[in-house]
Structure formats: C-alpha cells, structure tokens
C-alpha cells in the first residue's frame, strides 16, 4: 500500500510540462487553428472568430482559467470542448505569450 501511495505522490509532484507554451501552441493549433487566428500575428480564417493575440484586450487572459476548466460554450458555431488541468494551464500560458499589448 504505502509502494502506491509514494508512487502517487511522485506523479503528483512532478511538474506538469517543461514547456506549457509549446504544449499551448500545439494544442491550440490541433483544436482552433481551423477558425481562430492562433499566433501572434496571423489572422481568423472564419472572420467571426477573435485572434486569440487580442483576448487579453477582452478579458484577463488569467480569468479565463475557470471558464476553460468548466468548458467553453459560446453562442456561434464553435464546437463546445473541456480542457484538462494542464491543458488549460498550458493554453493559458501560450494566450498570455502572444497577447498584443
């Protein structure tokens, strides 16, 4: 039993990833690349749908930590989605690197 218990702590406290951006990135260019502009300078193919480079002048890029972890619904025709813990704290660092400020 405590084989397990330790063996659960590790995975516990081992960081999540070394890179967060580069996990961001990828994720967010397998998931909203297809409508979103998703870098710092490229722009939406779907014209309906914000540059991610400009959330940061719509809200606090750290306040949208709660709206990923619950699941993001908006009211256009973006598909709904959950993220992971990490996920949505990798996504959160790749939007905060690439906000226009």
């Known amino acids: ?4 218990l330790a063996a659960a702590l590790v ?4 960081p999540v990833s070394a890179d ?10 397998e998931n ?11 722009h939406s193919p779907n014209p309906r749908a914000i540059p991610f480079r400009f ?6 890029i750290e306040s949208l930590e709660e709206a990923l972890a619950e699941g993001i619904m908006v009211s256009h025709e973006m598909p709904e989605f959950v993220l992971e813990h990490d996920e949505v704290l990798a996504l959160i660092a790749y939007l905060d690197s690439i906000q226009v400020r």
């Open 1 to 4: 039993m405590m084989r397990y």
């Open 11 to 14: 995975v516990l406290a081992a």
């Open 20 to 29: 967060p951006i580069g996990d961001g990135s990828a994720l967010v260019q």
């Open 32 to 42: 909203c690349a297809r409508c979103h502009g998703v870098t710092a300078e490229d």
């Open 55 to 60: 959330l940061g002048r719509l809200y606090p």
